[in-house]
C-alpha cells in the first residue's frame, strides 16, 4: 500500500516507500463546470442523502442542511455543531474549496464527523457541485474561466480522470516516455501493474487509486472498454445509478448483490432501512420505483 495518499488544501502529497516524491495541485474545477451535468449530479447526491437533507427550512439531521450550501459561509449553519477543523476553513463554501472538501474531507477538516471518502472523480465532483449549485432560490454564477488559465502538465500526460495518479505513481522510478509508448488493454496494464508490485519492489497503490490509474491508462494508451459502474458489479439497465449511489454510501455492494430478494421484498427492505436505520428518503416516488425495479431484475429471487 503507498504510506500515504492525501491532499492538503488543493495539493495531492504521493508517498512512495514513505518517502514525499511530488507535490501538484489538482486541475481546478471552474473549466469542467460549464459543461457539467447537474441532472447526473442528483444522482451522485444520493449517497450523500444519507446525512444530509437539502430543503429550504428543514432541520439538519446528521449532517448540516445542504440547502444553499454553494456561497455559504463555512461552518455557518445554525443549531449544528461543527467540528474545530471545519470552522477553521475561511471563507465560503466556493466552487474550489467545494471541490477540495469533496475530493477528501479528512485533509481539509482532519477533525470532521464525516465518514466519507470523497468523491475521486472530477467529472464526477462538477457535476455534484453543479447540482449543489442549484439548491437555491438564487443560483450564484458559474464561475468565468479564462482561456488562459494555468493549469498542471503533468509531463505532457493528456487531460483525464486519473491522471494525478498514474503521473506520480509512475514518475516516483520512471521517465513518462517509458510507460506512455505502450500500448496495452486495461487487462494488460493491470498485468504490468500487478508485476511492478510483486517483482519489482513498488508500492500498491490504493484501490481508488488504482482503479483510476488503471482506466487512464488504458483510455488514453491502449485499447478497452470503460463502464464507471462494471467494478462495481452492478450490470447495465435503467435504475444502475440509482442503485450505485443510493446504496453505496452504506453498504458494499457486493453485499447488495448478494441478497436475491423479489420485489416486494426490496420494498419492505428499503422501508425498513428507512423507518429504522436512518436511510433518507428517496427525493421522489420515480426514483424509488428505479432502484426497485432494477433491484428485482438483476437480483431479485
Not at 437533507?53 to 455543531?81: C, H, K, Y
Not at 487487462?187 to 482503479?211: C, K, N, T
Request: aromatic share 10%.
Amino acid at each position: 500500500m503507498l504510506q500515504s495518499l492525501s491532499i492538503f488544501s488543493a495539493a495531492v502529497t504521493i508517498a512512495f516507500s514513505g518517502l514525499v516524491f511530488a507535490e501538484a495541485e489538482l486541475d481546478p474545477i471552474a473549466p469542467r463546470l460549464t459543461g457539467a451535468d447537474a441532472e447526473r449530479g442528483s444522482k451522485i447526491f444520493l449517497q450523500c442523502r444519507a446525512c444530509h437533507v437539502a430543503a429550504e427550512g428543514q432541520a439538519n439531521t446528521v449532517g448540516p442542511n445542504l440547502w444553499g450550501i454553494v456561497g455559504r459561509p463555512v461552518a455557518s449553519m445554525e443549531n449544528f455543531d461543527y467540528s474545530d477543523s471545519r470552522k477553521d476553513i475561511d471563507g465560503e463554501w466556493d466552487f474550489e474549496t467545494l471541490s477540495r472538501y469533496l475530493f477528501d474531507p479528512r485533509a481539509l477538516a482532519p477533525e470532521t464527523r464525516m465518514i466519507f471518502q470523497g468523491v475521486k472523480r472530477a467529472e464526477d465532483r462538477a457535476d455534484l457541485i453543479a447540482y449543489l449549485r442549484s439548491l437555491s432560490d438564487q443560483p450564484i454564477a458559474m464561475p468565468v474561466v479564462p482561456t488562459d488559465h494555468d493549469v498542471p502538465t503533468y509531463g505532457g500526460l493528456p487531460v483525464g480522470e486519473g491522471r494525478e495518479a498514474t503521473y506520480f505513481t509512475c514518475r516516483a522510478c520512471h521517465a513518462v516516455d517509458q510507460f506512455t509508448d505502450r500500448e496495452l488493454s486495461r487487462e494488460g496494464w493491470d498485468e504490468l501493474l500487478a508485476e511492478m508490485v510483486a517483482d519489482h519492489g513498488m508500492a500498491s497503490p490504493e484501490p481508488w487509486a488504482e482503479r483510476l490509474m488503471l482506466e487512464y491508462l488504458a483510455t488514453h494508451f491502449g485499447k478497452a472498454p470503460k463502464d464507471d459502474y462494471d467494478w462495481a458489479g452492478l450490470p447495465p439497465g435503467p435504475g444502475r445509478e440509482d442503485v450505485y449511489y443510493s446504496c453505496n454510501s452504506c453498504h458494499s455492494l457486493k453485499l447488495v448483490t448478494q441478497q436475491g430478494m423479489s420485489r416486494s421484498r426490496w420494498d419492505d427492505t428499503l422501508d425498513w432501512m428507512m423507518e429504522e436505520q436512518g436511510m433518507s428518503e428517496f427525493p421522489d416516488d420515480q426514483t424509488k420505483k428505479l432502484v426497485l425495479d432494477y433491484l428485482a431484475q438483476h437480483f431479485g429471487s
